[in-house]
């Protein structure tokens, strides 16, 4: 199954998995009821009869293999406990970060793999609650099942840095040994024709070994939004001069830094345009076919956006390899929304948490589209509290990549009292004038700016992290009714020409790309069950706004 869109692997072999599985709804007592067959990666969500379900239930699939595997979940939607011939062998929480399982020295023959998955609001969950997005449930990204040695390698991080005019590259890879003795090996790594090279290692037994190197690499061609440059990364693991594993990314030479105020690129300014996009797509729900990706792709590069932002949660990795590929800058943000102090004081926030920042990083650290790193949307920045969370989260972030800009995005309610503002490198904000008050957009924006530039954010890029207004698709009439087409026409024109006509802003990323479905929880205010502010709805049929702003994006140079 293609988890990412170019090979991943050559030595390395893997195991099919047919796509579909054996599916059982579980009750309370977690005994099976009704029995379906169910597409993966999917959402259960896709079946008419399940498309309100929340609940736990049971895959399974028989698989025929042996020997050491490594079994990778790119994304289970969101508690899943997974079992090889009836014995736990893996746990994990989140919808939206990838986990792996190693099998060692199973022996050859048919085995039962079974996942029991739930999406309720379980008293464990900290992150997924009742939201203004929906929670799917299902197998929801791909699944992928590796034949592997007792030595393979599990990531490769590559950190493009440029010193006196030349580029750099500092290289580490995350090497394994399953087995119980020491192992020396040889480790090669091809980046276009140039080869960097490692010491030879001795790995010790039952231990993931770091190597790590730094590369001059004369012949790169940068990755700009213009001319996305990639470049294939192919690793290779020998013992004994055998070739016992390998591991193959893309990676491009780019360096994000804040200079003042300004969001810099290789050195050159950059305006954000974006869209915020949930993943969230009609009958598929958050497992979006690549065919349905690529349209979303098209779709914002034709309208002159050059960002995503992933909100509220890390995204599809197939996602992001179609933005390297069409140099659209990603803001990739952790899993959170709008969390209230006692959700943040839940015994397991901190952990989860963290946990999801970790997967994040190790798993998308090597994409040149992401520029920042963000966390807690529109949660408690304004608390004592909840800026020690802040605080703990971006530190754990600055450990694991500090080549990116970190940022969250805090709400309007904070102008004032915002006490985060100094822990990013890019300020940010989301703010709703012409939808849920009436304040002019240029009050609005002065507000911010005299309270940012009071409060240690003066010499830092700002950015509006959302703006918008809801509209039903359809929805047309000439009196400039909220909800109509012509009024979030209206709305989003005002917003996006002030904020991009403003010289101190950096840019801004409109709420919302799509229309997406909402937790019923949420029905006031949000006609349809769906947070209506895309500027094409679900089906990805374009409203009058998307036309607007496109011509808005177009006329803006960045
Ligand atoms: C917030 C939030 C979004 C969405 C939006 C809205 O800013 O970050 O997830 O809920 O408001 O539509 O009101």
Same mark, same amino acid.
């Given at each position: 199954? #293609?988890t990412?869109?170019?090979?991943?692997?050559?030595?390395?072999?893997e195991? =099919?998995l047919?796509?579909?599985?054996?599916?059982?709804?579980?009750?309370?007592e977690?005994?099976?009821?009704?029995?379906?067959?169910?597409?993966v990666?999917?959402?259960?969500?896709?079946?008419?009869?399940?498309?309100?379900?929340?609940?736990?239930?049971?895959?399974s699939?028989?698989? &025929?293999f042996?020997? #050491?595997v490594?079994?990778? &979940?790119?994304?289970?939607?969101?508690t899943?406990?997974? /079992?090889?011939?009836?014995?736990?062998?893996?746990?994990?929480?989140?919808a939206?970060?990838?986990?792996?399982?190693?099998?060692?020295?199973?022996?050859?023959?048919e085995h039962? +793999?079974e996942?029991?998955?739930?999406?309720?609001?379980?008293? @464990?969950?900290?992150?997924?609650?009742?939201?203004?997005y929906y929670?799917?449930g299902?197998?929801?990204r791909?699944?992928?099942?590796?034949?592997?040695?007792?030595m393979?390698?599990?990531?490769?991080h590559f950190?493009?840095y440029?010193?006196?005019?030349?580029?750099?590259?500092?290289?580490s890879?995350?090497v394994?040994?399953?087995?119980?003795?020491?192992?020396?090996?040889?480790?090669k790594?091809k980046i276009?024709?140039?080869?960097?090279?490692f010491?030879d290692?001795?790995?010790p037994?039952?231990t993931e070994?770091?190597?790590?190197?730094s590369?001059?690499?004369?012949s790169a061609?940068?990755? %700009?939004?213009e001319?996305?440059?990639?470049y294939?990364? @192919?690793?290779? +693991?020998? /013992?004994?001069e055998?070739e016992?594993?390998?591991? $193959?990314?893309?990676?491009?030479?780019r360096?994000?830094?804040v200079?003042?105020?300004?969001?810099?690129i290789n050195g050159?300014?950059?305006?954000?345009?974006g869209?915020?996009?949930? @993943?969230d797509?009609?009958e598929?729900g958050c !497992?979006? =076919?690549?065919?349905?990706?690529?349209h979303?792709?098209?779709?914002?590069?034709?309208?002159?956006?050059?960002?995503?932002?992933t909100?509220?949660?890390?995204?599809?990795?197939?996602f992001?390899?179609?933005?390297?590929?069409?140099g $659209?800058?990603?803001?990739?943000?952790?899993h !959170?929304?709008?969390l #209230?102090? @006692?959700?943040?004081? *839940?015994?397991?926030?901190?952990?989860?948490s963290?946990?999801?920042?970790?997967?994040?990083i190790?798993?998308h650290i090597n994409?040149?589209?992401?520029?920042?790193?963000?966390?807690?949307?529109?949660c408690?920045?304004?608390?004592?509290?909840?800026?020690s969370? /802040?605080?703990k989260? &971006?530190?754990?972030?600055k450990r +694991?990549?500090?080549?990116? =800009?970190?940022? &969250?995005?805090?709400l309007?309610?904070?102008?004032?009292?915002?006490?985060?503002?100094?822990?990013?490198?890019i300020?940010?904000f989301?703010?709703?004038?012409?939808?849920? *008050? *009436?304040?002019p957009v240029?009050?609005?924006?002065?507000?911010i700016?005299?309270?940012?530039?009071?409060?240690?954010?003066a010499?830092?890029?700002?950015? $509006?992290s959302e703006?918008? !207004?809801g509209?039903?698709y359809g929805h047309?009439?000439n009196?400039?009714?909220?909800?109509t087409?012509? /009024?979030?026409?209206y709305?989003?024109?005002?917003?996006v020409?002030?904020?991009?006509?403003?010289?101190?802003l950096?840019?801004?990323i409109?709420w919302q790309?799509?229309d997406?479905r909402?937790?019923?929880?949420?029905?006031?205010?949000?006609?349809k %069950?769906q947070?209506?502010?895309?500027?094409?709805?679900?089906?990805?049929r374009?409203?009058?706004a998307?036309n607007t702003?496109k011509?808005?994006f177009?006329? %803006?140079?960045?």
């Open positions: 199954m #293609n990412r869109l170019f090979q991943n692997h050559i030595v390395r072999k195991i =099919p047919e796509p579909i599985w054996d599916f059982h709804t579980l009750n309370a977690e005994e099976k009821q009704e029995k379906f067959q169910m597409i990666p999917g959402c259960w969500e896709s079946n008419p009869k399940l498309s309100s379900y929340k609940g736990k239930a049971l895959y699939k028989k698989v &025929f042996g020997g #050491n490594r079994l990778v &979940f790119k994304g289970v939607s969101h899943a406990h997974v /079992y090889l011939d009836k014995k736990e062998v893996s746990y994990h929480y989140n939206y970060t990838e986990f792996s399982v190693i099998l060692e020295d199973i022996p050859y023959g039962l +793999l996942v029991k998955v739930d999406n309720t609001f379980h008293e @464990e969950s900290a992150l997924h609650v009742r939201n203004d929670s799917y299902g197998i929801t791909p699944v992928v099942m590796e034949a592997i040695d007792d393979f390698i599990r990531h490769i950190i493009p440029k010193e006196n005019g030349k580029w750099y590259a500092s290289i890879a995350f394994n040994n399953l087995s119980s003795e020491e192992k020396m090996v040889t480790l790594i276009n024709d140039e080869e960097v090279s010491n290692k001795a790995l037994p039952h070994t770091r190597m790590e190197n590369y001059e690499f004369r061609i940068p990755y %700009t939004l001319n996305p440059k990639l294939r990364m @192919e690793a290779k +693991l020998l /013992y004994n055998k016992v594993d390998d591991l $193959i990314d893309r990676v491009g030479f360096e994000i830094k200079s003042g105020k300004d969001i810099l050159e300014k950059v305006i954000i345009k869209v915020n996009r949930h @993943e797509y009609a598929f !497992a979006i =076919p690549i065919e349905a990706m690529y979303d792709i098209e779709l914002i590069k034709s309208l002159g956006a050059n960002c995503v932002r909100s509220h949660y890390p995204n599809d990795e197939r992001l390899d179609l933005c390297d590929e069409n $659209i800058l990603v803001w990739e943000e952790s !959170a929304r709008g #209230n102090e @006692e959700q943040m004081r *839940h015994k397991n926030f901190e952990k989860q963290l946990d999801c920042i970790r997967e994040m190790e798993n994409h040149p589209c992401i520029y920042v790193w963000g966390i807690l949307n529109e408690v920045s304004n608390t004592e509290f909840g800026r969370c /802040y605080a989260q &971006f530190n754990y972030i +694991l990549d500090s080549s990116r =800009p970190v940022s &969250f995005a805090s309007e309610g904070n102008v004032g009292s915002d006490l985060c503002l100094d822990l990013v490198d300020v940010s989301n703010i709703y004038p012409g939808w849920y *008050h *009436h304040t240029k009050d609005s924006l002065k507000n700016k005299d309270f940012v530039n009071r409060t240690g954010g010499d830092k890029p700002l950015l $509006i703006i918008g !207004a509209a039903i047309r009439s009196n400039q009714d909220k909800w087409e012509e /009024y979030q026409q709305a989003l024109s005002e917003q020409s002030s904020i991009l006509a403003d010289e101190d950096s840019g801004v409109i790309y799509a997406c909402v937790d019923p929880g949420w029905f006031h205010g949000r006609p %069950t947070n209506n502010k895309g500027l094409v709805d679900i089906y990805r374009q409203k009058l998307y702003v011509e808005i177009h006329s %803006t140079l960045y």
